[in-house]
Structure formats: structure tokens, C-alpha cells
Nanobody
Framework: QVTLVESGGGSVQAGGSLRLSCAAPTYAMYCMGWFRRAPGKERERVATIDNDGTTHYADSVKGRFTISKDSAKNTLYLEMNSLKPEDTAMYYC???????????????????????WGQGTQVTVSS
């Protein structure tokens, strides 16, 4: 049984910072990521990290958010700086043991099979 547990959410003013943590068996996962869902909106992929350390970010958070993991502590992090009201959402940690190859004219990329999800932690940014 794999359990992901997020923490670190809260309420901050615009321009502030928060660091989210996700307790998870990082050593056993091929890929991990942070997602968010704001009220009335679809789930959005915020940031991901592969087992080789490769990271990807949504355009809306590039330069402000940083994803990282500490395998010794079995913890995934999301450092969030310069927060904006539009960052308000429930943030979820996700992980996958495998990835699926996706072929296109641009080559092959590996799409994480996110099979494990946390319960979420709320982030509220006020203007």
C-alpha cells in the first residue's frame, strides 16, 4: 500500500512563499509531480520530476515554483515563491512507478503513469 501525504499548505498574501511537502516512497517511484485544482477549473499539472532529476513546469509557474525531492527523507517538495491569487487551489502530490511511451513527429516522450495520489493540501493566496 502506497500512501502519499501532503503538508505545508496555508493562507498567504500575494508575493508570499510556501513550501509544500509530500511524504512518499520516492525511491520506488519513476516519476512524481504536483497538480492543482482550483474551484470550477480542471486539474492542472504544476510541476513534475523524473527519477533522473529532469523537471518540467507549467508555464504559469515557471520561474516561481521549484520541484525537488530528497530520497533520503522520502519527501517531494514544491517551493512556491511570488505567489499570486490565481495560484489558489488544492494541491495534490502524485507518483507513478512506470511511464508510457508517447510517439509523435517530434520524437518519443515518456508520460508518467500517475497511479498514486495524496489527499491534497489547500493553498490560498489573497490579494
Amino acid at each position: 500500500q502506497v500512501t502519499l501525504v501532503e503538508s505545508g499548505g496555508g493562507s498567504v498574501q500575494a508575493g508570499g512563499s510556501l513550501r509544500l511537502s509530500c511524504a512518499a516512497p520516492t525511491y520506488a517511484m519513476y516519476c512524481m509531480g504536483w497538480f492543482r485544482r482550483a474551484p470550477g477549473k480542471e486539474r492542472e499539472r504544476v510541476a513534475t520530476i523524473d527519477n533522473d532529476g529532469t523537471t518540467h513546469y507549467a508555464d504559469s509557474v515557471k520561474g516561481r515554483f521549484t520541484i525537488s525531492k530528497d530520497s533520503a527523507k522520502n519527501t517531494l517538495y514544491l517551493e512556491m515563491n511570488s505567489l499570486k491569487p490565481e495560484d489558489t487551489a488544492m494541491y495534490y502530490c502524485a507518483a507513478g512507478r512506470t511511464a508510457t511511451a508517447v510517439y509523435s513527429d517530434y520524437g518519443t516522450r515518456w508520460a508518467c503513469d500517475y497511479g498514486y495520489w495524496g489527499q491534497g493540501t489547500q493553498v490560498t493566496v489573497s490579494s
